[in-house]
């Protein structure tokens, strides 16, 4: 029923709203900051490493980019906010990096 309501809504208004509601749940709870070895995501990383073989990690959602090299094998990335940062990752064979498009002022 809400996604049918949110569904039949200006496109605009619900971005609106969602990017509303994602800023006061950062307030509340406090935004995300990478940790380096004591993060979450990378102690997850870390001990998949130690049975599986992987090049990267990929994570994203957490609105503050982050690199960081896996001790047990491979590299994580953590992806920053699309709509206010403009993170992205570039995936070319083997060849994964950070970058950062350009801003456009208007």
């Known amino acids: 029923v809400c996604i049918a309501v ?8 619900v971005f609106s709203f969602a990017r509303g509601w994602s800023a006061c749940s950062r307030k509340r709870h406090g935004g ?3 940790q380096g070895e004591k993060d979450p995501l990378y ?6 490493g130690r049975t599986e073989k992987v090049d990267a990690y990929i994570f994203g959602h957490q609105h503050t ?3 960081a090299n896996i001790p047990s094998g491979g590299k ?5 906010d699309w709509s206010d940062q403009d993170n ?8 994964i990096s950070g970058r950062s498009l350009p ?4």
């Not at 949110?6 to 208004?13: G, N, V, Y």
């Not at 102690?43 to 998949?48: C, D, G, N, S």
């Not at 801003?103 to 208007?106: H, L, R, S, V, W």
Request: hydrophobic share 50%; proline share 5%.
């Open 43 to 48: 102690l997850f990383a870390e001990k998949l």
């Open 88 to 95: 992205y990752l570039n995936l070319s064979g083997m060849y």
């Open 65 to 67: 980019p982050a690199e």
């Open 32 to 34: 995300y900051r990478f």
């Open 103 to 106: 801003k456009i002022e208007m």
């Open 76 to 80: 994580l990335y953590v992806l920053g």
């Open 6 to 13: 949110m569904m039949s809504l200006p496109k605009r208004w």
